[in-house]
């Protein structure tokens, strides 16, 4: 299976009769506060049907994920916060603090997103997982 990233924002342009028209533009230079909407690609480049896959990505550098922002069509997600090393969905992420102490994980904490597809993925078909990141 091989994977792309692509990051996007989204622009606002005059429309019809005063209504504001929205597209999206490649993020090449983000302010702080700017939402980055990204996708990711899953491709089945072989000849036979991929089964059980799981991709995870990385929070990007710079970003805190934005809640309820992660979805795909027939997958299960889950988060990590400790670097990738284990996932769980996001209402269950826990935290403990030097001084042992656990608390409930937030989105800034949130390292790598994790998609797991329910379903095969045909040969040479593509899935798209989203989700949403604001630059800090």
Known sequence: VETALVAEVRESLPGAAGR????????KVLAQGRVVYYTVRIRNPSTVSARDISVT?????NTTYVPGSAAGPGA???FSVDGGQTFMPA???EIVEAAGLARRAQPS????IRWRL???LAPGAVALARFRAVFN
């Open 20 to 27: 504001t028209a929205y597209r999206f533009a490649p993020a």
């Open 118 to 120: 329910r379903n095969p």
């Open 57 to 61: 990505q990385p929070v990007p550098a």
């Open 76 to 78: 299960e997600v889950s």
């Open 109 to 112: 904490d949130y390292t790598h």
């Open 91 to 93: 209402g269950e992420l």
